[in-house]
């Protein structure tokens, strides 16, 4: 791979130290990085040294015993260092006007990839990437080349995917609002598309006719099991705006039979449940409901076509690093492994933050220190119209200095929008911080860039994919020029 050297700057070379995972113990000269959740203290001395009564601390994550992101870790100068390249470079390198900027690692990716491959092992299986997560064209191609189909949901997806070298056949169309050209390019494109709803099934139908082909549906059921997570990221009950009723399964039956098998095909059936699950025992739940189903639409003989089981994504993060104990693919397949051999299908999951959710980060630059009242702010160039997630869902994210820092003390970390909800992160533990200097948002790499706006009339970040110990930028951000382009040939 090429690597991207702007004018005057060198790419840095393999800087990981001998166990970079792991933080020395007194006399470090890493920079303290200790998470401390509002109202509580801070974990390390201000030396950056463990505090005596504390457990052993880490690098990146504290104070748990392993870095979940080794890739991501610091040199013996105190560093952040991506693989093989400083963060500190790429901002040099970069320059003010690309800040801040999103940094993906590639070598992370392609763990987090493996990982889900060697737990299917020996399973018939689909690791379907799901595009919302991330829609870099670097990352879709790379995650193609590894042997992933995707999981879309709309139409620019499909293009983005087809673009990546995808194959459509094994592709699943989501959403509960495809429109119908959409659906006519899923069509064409082979895709498994899920049928969502009454009118989404007519629509699917209309679109098989137009274009001469049959449409390949999966049903996506509701299981009514609670996945345990925010209201905004749970899809599978009762009451969700997606997929339909488990007690309405056999009208769709019967209307996917009466369409005939030139326009419908009932392939598989579907249920997500939401995301950040942080149980494996809700997709076990999950999947003794969904093959229930299969068996009922088998024993009416009403599925010759029947093969996929879609137990869709969802699998959390370890976004707080405290060390907590989350699930891995492994124990997630291993838990329903059983019952996958035993119905003889073809297994789709739709990973998306548990792929690139850890391999990348939102890198700013530090624009001043105030103090108001018995708050302490740093305010950086980073905000929520970058990174919203916080704003959004109150949502927890791991704030890391860049580099060295002074005396530690506890911070919010806010931004520049004229927002009160404009925060990254509150009651943070860090080095102080020079003007200029970086923090990292960790763990951005899924439903970040993806969801940033223009709001303030900010623009979209830059983002730049590391490998090994080369670096280049894999989409541009945009310029005051790119927010106008809509006025062009306009009286205005």
Same mark, same amino acid.
């Given at each position: 791979?090429?690597? !991207?050297?702007?004018?005057?700057?060198?790419?840095?070379?393999?800087?990981?130290?001998?166990?970079?995972?792991?933080?020395?113990?007194?006399?470090?000269?890493?920079?303290?990085?200790? &998470?401390?959740?509002?109202?509580?203290?801070?974990?390390?001395?201000?030396?950056?040294?463990?505090?005596?009564? &504390?457990?052993?601390?880490?690098?990146?994550?504290?104070?748990?015993?392993?870095?979940? +992101?080794?890739?991501?870790?610091?040199?013996?100068?105190?560093?952040?260092?991506?693989?093989?390249?400083?963060?500190?470079?790429?901002?040099?390198?970069?320059?003010?006007?690309?800040?801040? *900027?999103?940094?993906?690692?590639?070598? #992370?990716?392609?763990? $987090?990839?493996?990982?889900?491959?060697?737990?299917?092992?020996?399973?018939?299986?689909?690791?379907?990437?799901?595009?919302?997560?991330?829609? $870099?064209?670097?990352?879709?191609?790379?995650?193609?080349?590894?042997? &992933?189909?995707?999981?879309?949901?709309?139409?620019?997806?499909?293009?983005?995917?087809?673009?990546?070298?995808?194959?459509?056949?094994?592709?699943? !169309?989501?959403?509960?609002?495809?429109?119908?050209?959409?659906?006519?390019?899923?069509?064409?494109?082979?895709?498994?598309?899920?049928?969502?709803?009454?009118?989404?099934?007519?629509?699917?139908?209309?679109?098989?006719?137009?274009?001469?082909?049959?449409?390949?549906?999966?049903?996506?059921?509701?299981?009514?099991?609670?996945?345990?997570?925010?209201?905004?990221?749970?899809?599978?009950?009762?009451?969700?705006?997606?997929?339909?009723? $488990?007690?309405?399964? #056999?009208?769709?039956?019967?209307?996917?039979?009466?369409?005939?098998?030139?326009?419908?095909?009932?392939?598989?059936?579907?249920?997500?449940?939401?995301?950040?699950?942080?149980?494996?025992?809700? !997709?076990?739940?999950?999947?003794?409901?969904?093959?229930? *189903?299969?068996?009922?639409?088998?024993?009416?003989?009403?599925?010759?076509?029947?093969?996929? =089981?879609?137990?869709?994504?969802?699998?959390?993060?370890?976004?707080?690093?405290?060390?907590?104990?989350?699930?891995?693919?492994?124990?997630?397949?291993?838990?329903?492994?059983? #019952?996958?051999?035993?119905?003889?299908?073809?297994?789709?999951?739709?990973?998306?933050?548990?792929?690139? /959710?850890?391999?990348?980060?939102?890198?700013?630059?530090?624009?001043?220190?105030?103090?108001?009242?018995?708050?302490? *702010?740093?305010?950086?160039?980073?905000?929520?119209?970058?990174?919203?997630?916080?704003?959004?869902?109150?949502?927890?994210?791991?704030?890391?200095?860049?580099?060295?820092?002074?005396? +530690?003390?506890? !911070?919010?970390?806010? /931004?520049?929008?004229?927002?009160?909800?404009? *925060?990254?992160?509150?009651?943070?533990?860090?080095?102080?911080?020079?003007?200029?200097? /970086?923090?990292?948002?960790?763990?951005?790499?899924?439903?970040?860039?993806?969801?940033?706006?223009?709001?303030?009339?900010?623009?979209?970040?830059?983002?730049?994919?590391?490998?090994?110990?080369?670096?280049?930028?894999?989409?541009?951000? #945009?310029?005051?020029?790119? =927010?106008?382009?809509?006025?062009?040939?306009?009286?205005?």
């Amino acid at each position: 791979m090429a690597a !991207f050297v702007p004018p005057g700057a060198a790419l840095a070379s393999s800087l990981a130290a001998p166990d970079a995972r792991r933080l020395r113990a007194a006399g470090s000269r890493r920079p303290a990085v200790a &998470a401390a959740r509002p109202g509580g203290g801070a974990r390390l001395s201000p030396t950056g040294a463990p505090s005596p009564s &504390a457990p052993p601390t880490m690098v990146v994550a504290v104070p748990t015993a392993v870095n979940p +992101t080794p890739t991501f870790h610091y040199d013996d100068a105190g560093y952040m260092v991506v693989e093989g390249v400083r963060v500190r470079d790429m901002q040099d390198a970069l320059g003010e006007e690309a800040s801040p *900027f999103y940094v993906y690692s590639k070598a #992370q990716i392609s763990a $987090n990839y493996e990982a889900y491959r060697a737990a299917l092992d020996g399973v018939d299986a689909i690791i379907g990437y799901a595009i919302k997560a991330n829609n $870099n064209k670097a990352v879709v191609k790379h995650l193609a080349g590894l042997g &992933a189909g995707a999981v879309l949901v709309s139409g620019a997806e499909l293009r983005l995917a087809m673009e990546a070298g995808m194959d459509t056949s094994r592709t699943v !169309f989501n959403g509960n609002g495809k429109t119908p050209a959409e659906l006519r390019a899923a069509v064409r494109s082979r895709c498994l598309i899920n049928v969502d709803s009454e009118f989404d099934a007519a629509h699917i139908a209309d679109a098989a006719r137009a274009e001469g082909l049959p449409a390949n549906v999966l049903i996506r059921i509701n299981p009514d099991v609670d996945p345990e997570v925010h209201a905004y990221v749970s899809t599978g009950l009762a009451n969700s705006k997606f997929g339909i009723r $488990n007690s309405h399964l #056999q009208w769709f039956l019967d209307y996917i039979r009466d369409a005939g098998d030139d326009v419908l095909r009932l392939a598989g059936v579907h249920s997500h449940l939401g995301s950040t699950i942080k149980k494996v025992s809700i !997709f076990k739940d999950a999947a003794d409901i969904m093959l229930g *189903f299969v068996n009922t639409i088998r024993e009416g003989g009403a599925a010759p076509h029947l093969r996929y =089981l879609n137990i869709g994504g969802g699998l959390g993060i370890d976004y707080e690093r405290v060390g907590e104990e989350l699930p891995s693919p492994a124990d997630l397949i291993n838990t329903i492994r059983p #019952q996958l051999l035993a119905g003889g299908l073809t297994v789709i999951m739709e990973p998306g933050r548990s792929l690139v /959710g850890n391999a990348g980060a939102l890198v700013s630059r530090v624009i001043g220190v105030k103090t108001n009242g018995s708050t302490r *702010f740093i305010v950086t160039d980073g905000s929520m119209s970058e990174l919203i997630r916080p704003a959004l869902y109150d949502a927890y994210m791991y704030i890391a200095a860049t580099e060295p820092g002074g005396e +530690t003390g506890v !911070f919010d970390v806010v /931004g520049p929008v004229c927002e009160s909800s404009d *925060f990254l992160g509150k009651g943070r533990s860090l080095p102080l911080p020079a003007e200029g200097s /970086g923090l990292a948002v960790m763990d951005a790499g899924a439903y970040c860039h993806v969801m940033a706006s223009n709001y303030n009339m900010k623009r979209l970040p830059t983002e730049v994919l590391v490998d090994g110990d080369e670096w280049r930028i894999v989409r541009k951000g #945009q310029t005051y020029e790119d =927010l106008m382009l809509g006025y062009e040939g306009l009286d205005i």
